[in-house]
């Protein structure tokens, strides 16, 4: 099955009360993030997608589970994120209030790879970690802490200079 960039919603739902559950392909894309590149896994996600027409627009569900690739935001080791997509959307066209207006429908064809894409990045969590409980990297030498014995990383630090002055005085 082709993944849907684009969907006309007239044809789904052509007047008020129609409505369609619609099992689709979507390819939501890839995301940077921290400088960092993170893909969904697979490219081709399944999604469904419920199209409702209302007196005067559309009101839209869409659904799906993804998993992104990429490093981790502590280790930079290899981090994969489950994420469950929920997301709704209102189209009502003759209307001035902005929450009413879809930025993904215009002129009654939905931009569904631009609402798929935009509703995983909302979706993420805050940070992408190889593990719940990712340790990090050391700050003075740069090595992963998530494999290292206790204490193997602490390093002498030099005295700070501010204080110099005050290490004469002893």
Not at 128 to 136: D, F, H, I, K, Q
Not at 149 to 160: L, Q, S, V
Request: aromatic fraction near 6%; proline fraction near 9%; charge should be negative.
């Amino acid at each position: 099955m082709a993944a849907y960039q684009t969907i006309e919603l007239a044809r789904f739902a052509p007047s008020p009360g129609d409505g369609r559950r619609l099992e689709l392909e979507l390819e939501p894309g890839s995301f940077e993030l921290g400088g960092h590149r993170y893909d969904a896994e697979p490219a081709e996600i399944p999604a469904r997608l419920e199209v409702s027409r209302t007196a005067s627009g559309y009101a839209l569900h869409l659904s799906f589970d993804a998993h992104l690739d990429g490093p981790c935001m502590r280790c930079l080791g290899d981090a994969r994120a489950a994420v469950a997509v929920d997301s709704r959307e209102v189209d009502q066209p003759g209307t001035d209030d902005e929450e009413l207006r879809s930025p993904y429908v215009t002129e009654g064809e939905l931009d569904l790879a631009a609402w798929a894409h935009d509703a995983l990045l909302l979706a993420l969590p805050q940070q992408l970690l190889c593990r719940p409980e990712c340790a990090g990297l050391c700050p003075v030498c740069g090595e992963s802490l998530n494999d290292a014995a206790p204490g193997a990383h602490d390093h002498p630090r030099e005295p700070d200079p501010r204080w110099a002055k005050l290490r004469e005085l002893q």
